[in-house]
């Protein structure tokens, strides 16, 4: 049976995290069982690290063997037909020998979209066209304050305050890059919509449950003025959960990208990815 | 009674179009379910048009005459409460003397927005984080032809061929400007997913039924080289509806405004719309 790494994609609005659960629809689930109807067998598909529920994926990295005699290449197209819209597989490759998606990456990106709007103190409101991959803010956040803040969690740290390890691992993580930015929209947005996407870009050797919703309610916690950024240290320093700012939604967090450092060009070969 | 006019937007992909049909959902009767459970009456809302199946809207307009005491605020938020997350009330306001929807609109424009991939050949994909709100194009259309076709159908003409009219009404329409324009992503996307957003703006009096889709999938024809311009050209020219390329799919359009030439100023009041 060949191993095979695959390059995934989801919205993930309805389904309950990566993870398989009983119970309730995951994409882990949906990808096992559209791979079941082909091929008859149960196969085990393991993922770069589970998604909490309604988090998004660009570039989630799976590994699964299955009893396939065909081509990849056939295989991913019989594999797509069978899944939900919201779940696309973007490529598949051969997996290199020893290779695990969770256990051999070695840096993973995320990012989280939000939008400022035009005007301010109606907090509360919902934006249809907007909402299902953004995050609306209340008022415009200081971009400076948040990347000042940024700057102090950079780095290796122990993030306890800041999400929760998997059993039997610690909550040291080093974070590569971090950083809110203005994503300029040249297209104007009629009528004062929601008019200035700030988006946060985050890289880390791996990230704790929880934790880039965490990073990211903090950070805007201070761009909101909520926080000065010597509390966000001190929160950091004291390695504490009940001290982190409330998480943001998870509807704004897409998984962009998972890196391999021993396998840099795993999907390149793949035009189509 | 008070009659109010209202500023509505709503994510359409779940809806059977605006109008209210028996057995389906549909965005005008979700509009009048939740007023009826707020006020206990039967109120007929009306809108500035109809839209399609999995048409979105940021600027829909609506007419109603409701039952209420209390502020027009109170009245936007109670109402917001009770619709699904996919429709938001963004403002209301007392409607003028004489006020309808759809007879008094003057202008409406529509956005139809479509993604280009880096790659090509590979036609028949879904992309999960984009097609609830564009079209991924099989590959990138040339935009100079498309804007070469549209200054053609620019004017007063008879759309016959694109849409079909209300019962009692002719086919003639003017379109007053219609064009197709790269929107700068500068925000890198990662890993050569969908990279370049093409969008089709259009502005009319008023719209035949599925005129939008059919004259951006007539115009798309152009810039993918499956029409010669001179071809749209005698489309239109012959007044016969076989005549059109295939409609665009619902899920990249967009009522972006209604305008009203008599009333300006509608909802200009209201910041928060």
Redesign the interface.
Known sequence: MPRVAG?I???GTDFCGFQVQSEVPTVQGALEDALKELTGANCRVSGSGRTDTGV?A??QVIAVEAPWRHSLEALRQAW?QRLP????VRCLTEAPQDFHPRFSASER?YRYTTWAPA?E??GG?????V???ALVLPKRPDLEAMNGAARLLIGTHDFATFGQAPQGENTVRRIVSLFW?Q?????PV????PSERL?LTFSANAFLRRMARNVAGSLLAVGLGRWQADELAAALNAKDRSLSAPPLPPNGL?L??VQYAEYPDL?SAH???
């Open positions: 390059l994609a989801y919205d998004h660009r570039g797509n819209d919201s779940i696309l990106t005007f103190g109606d409101r919902r934006f249809p066209l909402d299902r991959f930015e994503v300029e929209e040249s297209l009629l009528d004062q919509y988006v897409v962009e990208r999907f035009i189509s990815c």
